[in-house]
């Protein structure tokens, strides 16, 4: 036994590890393995670990970070596929793996790949563009579903406990042969609903979850296309939460279930209620605050509007002021004219005689002056005046014409007009008379001159011992002033 263990090559842990990696490599190289993807992982480094197993076997199997855009789809739990790779193994483990280059379905995974091929088709066409919006409170729900599953009643429950409405069943078989022809004829039929029946204004394509295989009527190109040409807005809910059908794509909105499908459809009556409620509340609000503006500035508008009974009692005070003033103003008008006609009776007729004198001497001058070159301006007028007279005996005639004319006005008012002027002529001289420098002394008033003979109008010029004149109507009084008392006391 000893010589038998002797003639045994030693290998260490890392020589044997090292032996078998070289013979995996060297014998293997690079192989297809088909198996169901199981323990995916993606680590943060970028680099995604699972296990490929069948019945009988797994394998781990490695993606590395810079192969994982281009390996052709993405690693999932439950997908069985064929990776192709290089076989490999892991010393510190002892444990050989593979290293996947590239990964494609098998099984379901061809169906996969059917259609994804299908969704490229349909969205290059533009199928999946359209997201209208849907109605806020539907008058009829319409469902596309089986009559017997337990979605139609999650659907029912979630519709009465949200907000009651009228629900139109088109019930269909979800899974199977022909499946597919009659979820495409529910979705069509009810476009094509004639006027007297209820139109649904929301559609609800559902079914419960299930297998790949059990959701490929969803898949189904006639179902994809009786989705996108419905006029009424479509809800998908297929499957559960994590499962996706071409129909989803079509749908103007997906649902994760039906009885979120429900939700989408109708509004919580609840919470219509309470946004009703709210927004009632910021609608008095609002406008309680623009009566309140509006009562502010009418307040201002109020507050600058004229006091109309202040203007009135102004206008009737102003009133009583002008009627008081307008009564004593007739007398003092009366009293200045009075004032001023004593005054000029104060001077003689000979001073306005001589002052008339001196106007006319000024006037006379002045035309002895100016009378030569007035003489030659009237003549350099009549000579350019001149050249445009008439005939002699044609302007005679117009001119005899013209006084005639004059003569015949003149002779019926001229004696009237005389008598009105002598009358006014008599008037003022009545009058001038009667204000005359002898007629002021003869009703008793006195002229008092000084010694240089100037008229003594303030009793404040007169110094105590002047001599004054007194000039009264029929002669004068010489005097001489005392004292300055409240009444100027004279001495005759």
Not at 137 to 154: E, F, M, Y
Request: aromatic share 4%; net charge positive; no cysteine.
């Amino acid at each position: 036994m000893s010589e038998m263990g002797q003639n045994t090559p030693e290998f260490s842990v890392s020589e044997l590890a090292g032996a078998v990696k070289r013979t995996l490599e060297g014998s293997f190289g690079r192989v297809r393995v088909r198996g169901e993807i199981t323990e995916f992982k993606a680590y943060g480094s970028g680099h995604q670990y699972f296990a490929l197993k069948d019945e009988g076997a797994k394998i781990r199997a490695i993606i590395w970070k810079g192969v994982v855009p281009r390996v052709g789809l993405k690693a999932e739990n439950g997908v069985e596929v064929i990776a192709t790779g290089k076989l490999t193994s892991y010393p510190e483990r002892s444990e050989y793996q593979l290293i996947v280059e590239r990964l494609e379905y098998a099984g379901a995974g061809a169906l996969l790949a059917r259609i994804e091929a299908l969704r490229v088709k349909l969205q290059g066409e533009g199928l999946f563009e359209r997201r209208r919006p849907l109605p806020m409170l539907p008058r009829v729900v319409g469902v596309v579903t089986s009559a017997q599953g337990a979605v139609l009643q999650d659907i029912k429950t979630t519709i009465a406990r949200r907000f009651p409405r009228p629900i139109l069943l088109w019930p269909v078989p979800v899974q199977g042969e022909g499946a597919a022809e009659k979820i495409a004829a529910a979705i069509a039929g009810f476009n094509a609903l004639p006027p007297e029946l209820p139109q649904p204004d929301v559609l609800i394509v559902a079914r419960g979850g299930g297998s790949l295989e059990d959701l490929m009527a969803f898949n189904d190109e006639a179902v994809v296309r009786a989705a996108a040409a419905s006029r009424i807005p479509l809800i998908a809910a297929v499957g559960h939460e994590t499962d996706t059908t071409l129909i989803d794509f079509a749908a103007d909105r997906r649902a994760p279930t039906p009885t979120a499908a429900a939700e989408m459809a109708v509004p919580a009556r609840l919470e219509l209620l309470a946004d009703l409620t709210q927004r009632t509340a910021r609608l008095e609000g609002a406008l309680a605050r623009l009566m309140g503006l509006a009562r502010a500035g009418l307040d201002r508008a109020g507050a600058k509007l004229p006091d109309l009974p202040a203007m009135l009692g102004t206008a009737r005070q102003r009133l009583d002021d002008r009627s008081e003033r307008l009564a004593l103003a007739l007398p003092n008008f009366f009293a200045t004219r009075r004032a001023r006609v004593e005054r000029l009776a104060l001077r003689h007729p000979r001073e306005f005689l001589l002052r008339l004198r001196g106007n006319v001497q000024l006037l006379e001058r002045r035309l002895r002056d100016g009378l030569p070159n007035l003489l030659r301006t009237g003549q350099k007028r009549l000579d350019a005046a001149g050249y445009r007279l008439t005939h002699p005996g044609a302007e005679i005639a117009l001119r005899r014409g013209k006084v005639g004319l004059l003569a015949q006005r003149l002779d019926a008012p001229l004696p009237g007009r005389l008598r009105e002027a002598r009358l006014r002529l008599e008037n003022v001289s009545s009058r001038l008379e009667a204000v005359s420098y002898e007629r002021v002394l003869a009703r008793g008033f006195a002229l008092v001159t000084n010694a240089k003979g100037a008229a003594v109008t303030s009793a404040a010029k007169v110094s105590p011992g002047a001599a004054l004149s007194l000039r009264f109507a029929d002669g004068e009084v010489a005097v001489r002033a005392e004292k300055k008392t409240a009444q100027l006391d004279l001495g005759l």
